[in-house]
């Protein structure tokens, strides 16, 4: 599963080798995040967050939402618990920031039970006790969640601007400002492994020339290779932390992709 601004997409791949692209599933409007567990899709959207039923597989039906003000909205799922970071100011149209857990204990009714104030988030993950907040410029958050109504910060690692983080079973791995950290886990804490320079943002050489069209924000900037003209680099307004396609251009007459990620 996989999603657009507005649509589940949904892929057969019980057939590695033959990967079908199935009938989409529309969901709203503004979707940003999906998250699975068990049964059921988590959608982070910045309108809310919306619980999809996936019993059959190829048909996800929807079951409940959670409703907020506007606001950029990404979710993750624990047990009977969901954590939410909505992030204010500027497009995301909310005014204040911070990390709301929502009980799941009725999936049919999720229900606002705690929130805590942050500066400016981005993505979050969790794994076994320990909550991982990226808080943008404020850096990288550690929370201890076995009490959700009494959060415990373990940690703060403050001299680094944070976006995304995935913990997977032996190491968290974390994107910042065009970096990307690898941490091991230790008992109330965690310690930094590896960092590497990202090369997009090494060869993006300009500011923005042109704010807004369409929803979609335009970068230009010389590419090293001489043979490549002109490289272009573009994402949804709503997503401008992180890339979303890298398109190089060999001549405007015959644009066509050769990287995306």
């Given amino acids: ?68 003000g506007t606001a950029c909205d990404p979710v993750v799922v624990d047990g009977d618990y969901a954590y939410v970071t909505l992030r204010g100011g500027n497009w995301c149209g909310a005014t204040e920031s911070g990390l709301f857990i929502v009980d799941l204990s009725n999936i049919e009714s999720p229900e606002l039970v705690e929130s805590y104030p942050l500066d400016g988030p981005y993505g979050l993950g969790v794994k076994d006790e320990k909550l991982f907040v990226c808080d943008g410029s404020s850096g990288l958050k550690v929370y201890d969640k076995t009490d959700i109504h009494d959060l415990q910060e373990l940690n703060h690692f403050d001299d680094i601007v944070t976006f995304d983080v995935i913990p997977l079973d032996s190491h968290l791995i974390m994107v910042g400002d065009g970096v990307l950290y690898q941490y ?8 930094l492994l590896s960092q590497i320079g990202l090369n997009w943002k090494n060869i993006l050489k300009e500011e923005p020339k042109y704010p807004v069209f369409s929803g979609i924000f335009f970068w230009y900037g010389l590419h090293k290779n001489p043979k490549i003209e002109k490289l272009i680099y573009f994402c949804y307004h709503k997503t401008l932390c992180m890339p979303k396609n ?4 060999e001549s405007p007459a015959k644009a066509k992709t050769i990287e995306r990620f």
Avoid: C
């Avoid at 910045?46 to 079951?63: E, K, Q």
């Fill in 246 to 249: 890298l398109v190089i251009v």
């Fill in 184 to 191: 091991e886990y230790l008992d109330n804490n965690i310690k």
């Fill in 1 to 68: 599963y996989a999603v657009d601004s507005h649509n589940i997409n949904i892929f057969d791949i019980s057939d590695l080798d033959n990967p079908q692209d199935l009938e989409d599933v529309y969901a709203g409007f503004d979707i940003e995040t999906i998250f699975n567990q068990g049964n059921y899709l988590f959608l982070g959207s910045m309108r809310g967050m919306y619980i999809y039923d996936i019993t059959s597989p190829a048909a996800p039906t929807l079951v409940s939402e959670f409703q907020h």
